[in-house]
């Protein structure tokens, strides 16, 4: 049997650090595995954000507990219904105007994890607080690579006017480190791949990036002899958790070059930024992220992860699937029963895209459970009826069992008016942030 391996184990290679799944070699505990003992997988927690809010008729259900009916659109996560609850009645109470106006989308965004009001402003004095990702990244960042990641399908601004006088920087920004600090997201699912494989140095890595460009090789030939002397010692078991992973990671990594990913400069270093790793089509550039995701977590290279599907008051038409007509126009729906019907097909969408990244995190084995059991993570929107642009009763979806911390596979309702923020500080708890109070909280969420 082979000496216990550290959490932290990579395969190197010249310009490459390729971080490792949970493996049974790396559990502290494995030798009193006899006894009955096994040491804790990670917990993660993610945010995953829907713009324009909901058709709220196809989201909530009617019935409460565990046999409550799937609406049209949860319909579409039927598969992972046993590892997912929907919450009701919680109210983004930063998000509604106090006096400011119109800008309902910026402050949905803005507040979404931060439970703050932001200051309306276009200008440089942006004024918003601290994300409940970032104030978890305080506590537990250090004991990982990267102490947060934040993602989305469409860039961040941090400057202009996009919703009634509200700042891009609101609009576009679901994470922020401080209260005029919004944390930009990453895009591009090909450097994103880059930073969690990245070799130790910026130099090795750039020089890397070059030759698996130039030879079209992969990053894990140039692993490839630490990865053999590696798995020649490992057991049976771990032997073929490796295996799986490396497929995984070069399946991804085939599937990124599909597409011209660098722009050389003329010595053969990449130029960032690099735009066309950007896939034009939105399924593909969404799959890939969720694979991103799942492999930053399977390898613990981060616990804390935000992501928007689109900016706030998205107007971006789904021809994919038959909707020629802007989202944010269609939100203003006027109970217009085409547009409705419109609206809960770009539901499904997203949820579709949500529901692959369930699938992917499920496939993953870990300790006795998998990825997505070992995880907390929140899906919705901070506008409940898009055409009412109200704050309260929020379409809220939490996946994953936080490591059997809580009962999945139901509907929980809870008082209208109850805040957001008392669920994310019930997760801060979670991940080991003994924090009193965040955003406008007023205790922990019951979950029991």
Known sequence: MPKTLSRRTLLRGAGVSIGLPLLESMSPNRLLSAAGKSSQPPLRMAFFYVPNGMHMPDWKPTQEGFKYQLTPTLE??????????????????????????????????????????????????????????????????????????????????????????????????????????????????????????????????????????????????????????????????????????????RDVEKRLGGAERLRLTEDGVPDYPRPSGVPKELEQHSDLMMDMVTLAFQTDSTRILSFMFTNAGSNRSYKQIDVSEGHHELSHHGKSEHKQAQIAKINCFHLDRFAYLLGRLRSVPEGRSNLLDNSLIVYGSGISDGDRHNHDDLPILLAGSGGGRIKTGRHVAYKNGTPLCNLYLWMMHQMGADAKAFGDSTGLLSLS
């Not at 002899?225 to 958790?241: G, I, M, S, Y």
């Open 76 to 249: 579409r996560v039927a598969d992972y219904r046993d590892q997912f609850n929907v919450l009701s009645g919680l109210t983004l109470d930063g998000a509604r105007a106090h006096g400011d106006g119109g800008g309902d989308h910026a402050r949905s965004v803005a507040a979404f994890l931060t439970g703050a009001h932001p200051r309306k402003t276009n200008g440089a004095d942006i004024q918003n607080g601290i994300s409940v990702d970032q104030a978890t990244a305080q506590y537990v960042g250090d004991r990982t690579p990267f102490a947060s990641l934040e993602l989305g399908l469409e860039a961040s601004a941090q400057a202009g006017n996009c919703d009634s006088g509200y700042s891009c920087a609101y609009a576009s920004n679901l994470s922020w480190r401080g209260p005029t600090s919004p944390m930009a997201k990453e895009i591009d699912p090909g450097a994103l791949f880059d930073r969690l494989f990245a070799g130790q140095t910026v130099k090795e890595t750039k020089t890397a990036l070059s030759i698996r460009e130039k030879y079209r090789k992969s990053i894990l030939d140039f692993a490839l002899e630490d990865a053999k002397r590696l798995h020649r010692v490992l057991p049976t078991v771990d032997q073929r958790k490796l295996d799986e992973y490396l497929y995984a990671v």
